[in-house]
């Protein structure tokens, strides 16, 4: 039986077609799995189904028939519920509080039963015991949790809902074995009471352990749809892929510095949270790409190299010298320079002006203790022109600039600066295409001046444009080196998808 039909559901982002004409049935009492790469729009897929993001064009039918998802609350009303990718977790209230939050009745005037929600959450709770680790328990607070034990919030609070269709879009990215095979038993109950679970992950062995069928997504299009007990890993990577894709490999190729071009930065057995044992060299000129699936250690790496998580093991060398990534001061003085996607987190001074946005670093460097705007904006224009940046003025606010826009403020720091290495923290992250093409354009032309260059991309495809060479990342290691005509899309999944 047919619980939920996507018919030509649609979805763009400016240019970018996040999400064109597709069709997908899922079954009473099935695991669907959605699988693509990064970026192919399995959760905008699940957004809209969940009511969180509204389709351009396209019908939803629930057993047959068709409804009008206005909303999150509308979506729970029709049996959806959905285990978000970057989770809705309120930070500063408790688990109980979490879940309950979400499962409360969605009409006005209905007497709410706090036991009961509490009842229920705490029915839900013990689904997981034995498995959670230490400070977990009802009325803990989400911030002090680890990561994984806030996915299981998460999953705890989409279970609560009691829906008949429950998306998991990546839900179990940070659980460990254990968590990951309580979590599978608690779905396959679930399928015996005949609900509907769309499932997202990226580990071939979770998809095959627990997948009754799975339909792959590419640029935004359905691609196909197999049973799972006829098709196999290396099917579906092809199906990922799109066939052979020898001609990829080309495109960055003269761009290549020769082997004998001089060491920038050598890294050597380097240990930390969340990676072990990771060794690559990056010569002047090039740009080192690091690929596989998001959070396999490659953030972790750059952000060690930076001194902001320092190391905890291996050791570094700059330009042929000993460099102790202690912290991002030590760092930048030294001339490596770090940006990252995250620009609400790690990169932008929000409400500052743009000229303090892009001098500060500069000013550390120097130890200039006086702002100084005449000279600042002296070399701070040319960089800022140099980038296509669109902006009033230099007193205007960082926050009056497009995200794009913003990004080119936060490199336009090292035009003045020139570092010696350059990382960069999947920079493009939410940007809009044209932006990414200046963004790469200015990040070829830095290594062309002799910087070397670590790019994390969480696009699969910006990566395989953009490096002379790719180490793919995969459970905290490099598992593999991708260069020459081996850069291809194939090799790269190949890699990051297999089971750690
Ligand atoms: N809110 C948004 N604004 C702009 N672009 C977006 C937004 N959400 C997703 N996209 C873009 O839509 C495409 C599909 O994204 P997404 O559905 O998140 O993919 P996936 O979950 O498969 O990684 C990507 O190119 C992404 O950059
Ligand atoms: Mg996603």
Redesign the pocket.
Known sequence: MIKLKLNGVS?A??A????SHADLEIEAGEVHVLL????????????IVAGS?RPDAGEILLDGKPVTITGPQSARSHGIAIFY?ELSLAAHRTVAENISLASLPSRAGIFVDGDALEERAQRYMALFDGVTGDGFSLDAVIEDLRADQRQLVEIIKALAIEASVIIF??ATSALDRAQVERFFEILRALKQKGRSIIF?SHRMDEIFAIGDRATV?RD?QIVGTKRIADTSPSEIITMMVGGHDETDAKAVEHHAPTGAAALALSVKNLGGRGFGDVSFDVRKGEILGFGGLHGQGQSAVLKALFGAAPPTSGSVELDGKPLNPANPRAMIRQGVAYVSGDRAREGVVTGRPILENVMPIHYLRDRMILAHPPASARKALPALQALRTKFAGLGFPISSLSGGNQQKVVIARWLIDRPAVLLLDDPT??I?LSAKADLFALIRKLAEEGMGIVLYA??DAELLDNADRILVFNGGAVRRELTGTARTRYNLYQAAYEAA
């Open positions: 979805k982002y400016g970018t077609k996040a999400l693509g790469s990064n970026g192919s729009g399995k959760s905008t897929l699940s957004k993001v990718q879009d990546e997202i997504i935004g992250k939410g809009d969480s696009e």
